[in-house]
């Protein structure tokens, strides 16, 4: 990998750092608003929104310049939907503005992959960008979960500045500030991203012309038969990961008695395996393979059901292991491995089929176009997932029947996909010998 590519790691592993911390702020932003349980999920909503009803149009502003140049203006707009949060917007219209930029962001971030690298590099390539995204995720999770403590936020709200008066008063209004400083940090490193010399033609302005470019990308892409059983893994697995992201907080709050701190930390444990799956995958799954680990999402979505049985309350009385300042509760060790295990499952099954998606997105059309493409499918899903948890948050539904109901749901579709995947191979290998008779 050469030096650019490095840079890009940088960027987007300090933007999406803040776009996981932001996520926290959020939530302890609108308990201090009192806000109804379920409107907590709908926050992941209002920031994918703008991936589905932009998807036309964030494809060809990817493409209409440098890379670089856009994942600047995109993270712009995020540290602007932070100030909107600070003065006083609701969260969730707040946090949308956020999703704008990442909407935008996101086609220029993986489509300059293609622009930089040969094929055969993007299965390493997704591995990397997957691994810092998601060790963005824990460590995002985490410095959330930390700003909003009351130790770290008592420390942040005492700081004093003469003659300036910033209004900033309350734990969550502290945090967003810090990870405003973040999205600073990226931006900077952003104008450093150089430019790959990639040009393709005129994009489109109509945004008529433009909705009729993406219907027919995203036809394309469906009808190809590689395209479609990596597209639909890669939908099932983000609509599955921001569902399972309220899953695990709700879950540490019911079944391990946590508080929305320490569920933030017990989320970034699941992250942990997501990473090291996504290593793994990058280091034992060749591109040409890449559809060997349809079975893993099964598996996964089978530990997941494992959750609904964990309790903290059927277990012994809290044993504590104490490592200086710091005590671990050996009860809790269970629980991080099960997350760790569902995250490993996650991250080795999705980076090869999100490298085989980019590839065929970048054969079949432009790079920027394949990726608003597979934002716009994925983040349907994570609408579709997060409605169907919020609603059943909003009727009282026990997490237990929730997190079966789940972990089966991505099983049976898992399962499908695969069943698909044979139907595929046995309608190519069928035209293949006829093609080999008339020759």
């Known amino acids: 990998m050469n030096r650019s ?27 201090q608003l009192h806000a109804p349980a379920w409107m907590t999920p709908l926050l992941k909503l209002f920031f994918v929104l703008s991936y589905v009803l932009l998807a036309a149009f964030v494809g060809a502003f990817a493409d ?18 932070c100030i909107a949060m600070l003065l006083g917007s609701h969260p969730l219209l707040a946090y949308a503005i956020v999703g ?96 790959t010399g990639a040009r393709y033609v005129s994009q489109k302005k109509n945004p008529i012309s433009l909705i009729k470019d993406f219907a027919g990308c995203f036809k394309t892409l469906w009808a190809d038969r590689l395209g479609q059983i990596s597209l639909a893994v890669t939908t099932l697995f983000w609509g599955a990961g921001a569902t399972l992201q309220f899953i695990v907080i709700k879950w540490a709050q019911v079944a391990l008695h946590m508080s929305l701190s320490q569920g933030a930390i017990l ?59 710091f005590e671990v509760n050996l009860n809790l060790i269970p629980a991080y491995l099960l997350l760790i295990l569902v995250g ?16 065929r997105g970048h054969v079949l059309m432009s790079a920027g176009h394949s990726i608003a ?15 169907i948890y919020s609603g059943l948050i909003w009727i009282d539904a026990p997490i237990q029947y929730v997190i ?8 049976i579709i898992m399962w499908l996909v695969i069943k698909r995947h044979a139907a595929n191979q046995i309608e190519y290998d069928s035209m293949h010998l006829i093609g080999e008779h008339k020759h």
């Not at 987007?12 to 308990?31: K, P």
């Not at 493409?373 to 994570?382: A, C, K, L, M, T």
């Open 344 to 359: 490993w499952l996650a991250g080795y099954f999705v980076v090869p089929m999100n490298a085989l998606l980019q590839h």
């Open 267 to 325: 989320q970034a444990i699941s992250a942990v395996g997501v990473a090291f799956g996504a290593v793994w995958a990058a280091w034992r799954i060749p591109l040409r393979n890449s559809l060997k680990v349809l079975p893993y999402g099964i598996a996964m979505g089978l530990v997941v059901c494992v959750m609904a049985f964990y309790n903290s309350d059927l277990l012994p009385n809290t044993a504590l292991m104490t490592f200086g300042k």
């Open 5 to 31: 590519f490095y840079i890009i790691m940088a960027a987007q592993f300090f933007s999406s750092l803040a776009d996981n911390a932001l996520l926290i702020a959020a939530i302890a932003l609108l308990a």
């Open 404 to 411: 079966v109901g789940f972990g089966i749901t991505v099983s």
């Open 100 to 195: 704008l930029g990442a909407a935008a962001y996101s086609p220029a971030k993986y489509g300059i992959l293609t622009e930089l690298l040969p094929p055969e590099k993007l299965v390493a390539a997704n591995g990397w960008i997957e691994g810092l995204t998601v060790s963005s995720i824990i460590l995002g999770t985490v410095l959330g979960g930390v700003l909003i403590s009351n130790s770290v936020s008592t420390s942040l709200l005492s700081v004093d500045m003469p003659m300036i008066t910033t209004g900033i008063d309350t734990p969550a209004e502290s945090a967003i500030l810090v990870i405003m400083m973040i999205y600073v940090v990226a931006a900077l490193i952003n104008l450093r991203i150089p430019d």
């Open 373 to 387: 493409v597979q934002n716009f499918n994925e983040n349907i899903s994570v609408l579709v997932m997060l409605l």
């Open 64 to 81: 209409s310049r440098p890379k670089g140049n856009v994942m600047f203006i995109t993270n712009t707009i995020k540290f602007f939907g």
